[in-house]
């Protein structure tokens, strides 16, 4: 159908029904652009599943392993870490990311005894601890202004390193500093040579003891924090340590408000050793955590960030990081973002 037989009806008052004005509408294009609207459609008129198989999922596989942040869950209001873990294994993750705060479960009020009784729970349920954050290294900041949270920080950091081997894995992830934390209303702003020369010092200080406990300090790419806001920024920082137990737990959303995390990868190779999948929308939204979406609802072009951590060969963990459990059948958050990974992959 041309655009004189449309004119022609629409000036006879024919109406469409919706069914037939989308059929019309893909007729219309795939005429345009010389292909058979029929092509993909059976005699029923649906498109089978093989037709569909480019868009229901990556055509490639990949190795990459599927794990996702306690920080998804109603946890602990409404959910035990256990019925957490048991989740995330049942939802098809290989591994979850577990957090360090004040109170709960993996806290300083649990010893080693108990770290380690959590990381044998979840071996026994079948899934792996991918690694351990923490919010704490933002109220107390390894480059903060005051020496007495610069303190604090210091000691919950030195709290993490076995806390993350007793759990089972070797991945900590490490904020080393800040100019200023947006999302702390009133939070002071600290000089960027400041910043840089506690983070440098704060790092240095927690080598050994990483050594000992054979676990990686993790620096992440934050943006919002107003340091190391480049690839090379990242780069001279790590490698300026000089350890192996110094890396980089790139996180994808952190960087998508100015730039891409495709161009990143490339640059940090081989230096990446955990990774945050964040989904970030750039339509119209602010610059806070509150921009941050479920996999897929969002502006990130996944197909080249999978590719760019295949390219430098990275088969590790991604991580979903999403930090507001939905208020209202919280466990279809945890399945969504399973099934989304597993197109994202390649996954069957």
């Not at 979850?96 to 080693?112: F, H, M, Q, R, T």
């Not at 991918?130 to 480059?143: A, D, V």
């Not at 007793?166 to 960027?192: C, D, K, M, Q, R």
């Not at 590790?316 to 999403?322: A, W």
Request: aromatic share 10%; glycine share 8%.
């Amino acid at each position: 159908m041309d655009a004189s037989m449309w004119k022609a009806m629409t000036a006879t008052g024919q109406v469409l029904s919706r069914r037939d004005a989308l059929r019309l509408g893909a007729m219309m294009g795939t005429a345009a652009a010389g292909a058979d609207p029929n092509a993909a459609y059976g005699a029923s008129g649906s498109a089978s599943r093989r037709d569909l198989g480019s868009i229901s999922r990556s055509p490639k596989r990949y190795r990459m392993k599927k794990s996702i942040n306690l920080w998804a869950f109603p946890y602990p209001q409404r959910m035990s870490l256990e019925q957490a873990l048991r989740l995330a294994k049942d939802a098809g993750f290989d591994a979850v990311e577990l957090n360090y705060d004040l109170e709960n479960d993996i806290s300083p009020k649990a010893g080693e005894k108990e770290l380690r009784a959590v990381g044998e729970k979840a071996r026994d349920i079948g899934i792996a601890v991918s690694g351990l954050c923490s919010f704490l290294f933002w109220p107390y900041s390894l480059t903060a202004e005051d020496p007495a949270k610069r303190k604090r920080g210091m000691e919950l950091a030195q709290a993490m390193i076995p806390a993350a081997a007793w759990l089972g894995t070797p991945n900590l992830l490490v904020v080393a500093g800040a100019v200023g934390i947006p999302w702390i209303p009133g939070s002071e702003v600290v000089p960027y040579d400041a910043v840089e020369r506690r983070a440098k010092e704060a790092i240095s200080k927690l080598i050994p003891l990483a050594e000992k406990h054979k676990v990686s300090l993790n620096v992440e790419n934050i943006f919002f924090n107003g340091y190391l806001m480049s690839p090379d920024d990242m780069i001279a920082f790590v490698d300026g340590f000089k350890s192996p137990h110094v890396a980089i737990h790139f996180d994808t959303g952190n960087i998508m408000p100015f730039q891409y995390p495709e161009h990143w990868i490339p640059l940090l190779g081989k230096r990446i050793r955990n990774v945050h999948l964040k989904e970030y929308s750039k339509r119209g939204t602010d610059f806070t955590i509150e921009s941050f979406r479920p996999l897929l609802d969002g502006t990130t072009d996944w197909p080249a960030v999978i590719e760019a951590f295949d390219a430098i060969g990275y088969d590790g963990y991604l991580t979903f990081e999403y930090f507001r459990p939905y208020a209202h059948y919280p466990e279809a958050l945890i399945r969504h973002t399973s099934d989304a990974m597993d197109r994202m992959l390649g996954r069957s």
